[in-house]
């Protein structure tokens, strides 16, 4: 029986992967262990939390010398996984690369290292945002080697379904991301509904100004006047807001962006600028008018009301669990 180590990353985008990944995994044939750390920790199981592998008086300079290391290394070295899958984790690509493990990196935030500098100059995302596209040179050759080293790199993104999806670099291929779908219902149905993450506040200022608005949240008990708030958690109820809303809102993350094109909603994106996935996510939902970006909270969403969007799947374009099928 296939044996499988699925590292997540340290951000909360990485929690929305991971628990859908282990959905479509729970009647497959397979033994799967999950590492992951606490913000991007679902309410699953998770064998290793990577939290203890940070410094914690520098969180950024990661390190391989320390004691919690090597015993994560020599736990995952006794469960001896046929295959890491590493949402971009360092320390589980470590962990693979001393080990010979065969491991994939599968990773939304793996676009802005797949695409060619032509395709991103052509794009005009280095007209605005070359200082976040070409991060701390520490931060980038971290990421390079691990990229090199992979035996795979599948950009986790819908944009391989897209008309005239971009093309990528040799080394990289397309997975489709998960998603959820929800179906037509008078009681699911809401103006304006929005997924952020880590309760943004400009997005909640945002659509506090509609009517009938919704936020799908990391949920804290927060309440406000003229804004109803829902836990992110609930798919089922988040999906079908999704569907039956009249314009959908996020930051330009791959999952709430797929979710929008698969239910073919159209998105306006409060882009965060800080985030080079979002940036370049943003320039191409206008680029292939599935989305179109805002900058401040103060626009007037009426304006993109009920704007329809087609879709159509790419056939050679995979969800991750079809490629590990493969084997």
Not at 199 to 219: A, P, W
Request: glycine content about 2%; some cysteine; overall charge neutral.
């Amino acid at each position: 029986m296939l044996k499988i180590l699925y590292a997540a990353s340290n951000h909360s985008g990485a929690k929305i992967q991971l628990t859908r990944f282990m959905r479509a995994m729970q009647d497959k044939p397979y033994i799967v262990k999950v590492a992951a750390y606490k913000k991007s920790s679902p309410r699953i199981n998770i064998d290793w939390t990577l939290n203890c592998l940070l410094n914690i008086y520098k969180p950024d300079l990661l390190s391989l010398d320390n004691d919690n290391f090597s015993i994560y290394l020599d736990q995952v070295k006794y469960f001896s996984p046929d295959l890491i899958i590493s949402d971009l984790e360092y320390f589980t690509s470590q962990v693979a690369s001393i080990l010979n493990i065969t491991i994939w990196q599968c990773s939304s935030s793996i676009l802005n290292f797949a695409l060619s500098h032509e395709e991103k100059y052509n794009l005009g995302a280095f007209k605005h945002y070359s200082y976040i596209l070409n991060r701390h040179p520490l931060h980038t050759q971290r990421t390079v080697n691990l990229l090199d080293n992979a035996n795979v790199n599948f950009v986790y993104s819908h944009l391989g379904d897209i008309q005239n999806s971009p093309k990528l670099k040799n080394q990289f291929e397309w997975v489709r991301p998960y998603y959820v779908i929800g179906k037509p219902s008078i009681p699911c149905k809401h103006n304006v509904v929005a997924a952020t993450l880590d309760n943004n506040k400009r997005v909640i200022h945002l659509l506090k100004q509609h009517s009938d608005s919704v936020v799908f949240s990391d949920f804290d008990g927060e309440e406000y006047s003229n804004l109803l708030m829902k836990d992110i958690g609930n798919e089922a109820e988040y999906s079908c807001n999704l569907k039956n809303s009249n314009v959908f809102v996020c930051e330009g993350q791959t999952s709430f962006l797929a979710d929008a094109f698969y239910n073919q909603k159209y998105s306006v994106i409060l882009t965060d600028l800080k985030n080079a996935e979002c940036i370049l996510n943003t320039a191409f939902a206008e680029k292939a008018q599935i989305g179109s970006a805002i900058y401040n909270s103060q626009v007037d969403l009426n304006v993109y009301m009920d704007k329809q969007i087609n879709n159509q799947l790419n056939d050679s374009c995979k969800f991750l669990h079809e490629r590990i099928d493969e084997l």
